[in-house]
Nanobody, 115 residues
Framework: QVQLVESGGGLVLPGGSLRLSCAASGTIFASSIMHWYRQGPGKQREWVATVTVSSNTFYTNSVKGRFTISRDNAKNTVYLQMNSLLPEDTAVYYC?????????WGQGTQVTVSS
């Protein structure tokens, strides 16, 4: 069983930055693809970014150039560096671990971008 714990959310002014972290338990992190998703108020959950086992990265168009996903296999942790934040980035952010036939989710961390 894998547990994912996100942290780093909070309230930030438009144009500000936050770094989210997601720490994974267990031994499969290094061989797993990691994703960040988000769910804004009244919206469906949407995919934000992916980092592969070989650290290739992919982003949804709305965050390209502003967000950076990365991983540290020694710490079993994936990060999401978020810069130039916009009010529309307000959401609960979730990390997801994909390993073979299994998918695991964290509990989410709230990010609020507001003046």
């Amino acid at each position: 069983q894998v547990q994912l714990v996100e942290s780093g959310g909070g309230l930030v002014l438009p144009g500000g930055s936050l770094r989210l972290s997601c720490a994974a338990s267990g031994t499969i992190f290094a061989s797993s693809i990691m994703h960040w998703y988000r769910q804004g108020p009244g919206k469906q959950r949407e995919w934000v970014a992916t980092v592969t086992v070989s650290s290739n990265t992919f982003y949804t168009n709305s965050v390209k150039g502003r967000f950076t996903i990365s991983r540290d296999n020694a710490k079993n942790t994936v990060y999401l560096q978020m810069n130039s934040l916009l009010p529309e980035d307000t959401a609960v952010y979730y990390c997801q671990l994909s390993a073979k036939a299994s998918v695991y989710w964290g509990q989410g961390t709230q990010v609020t971008v507001s003046s």
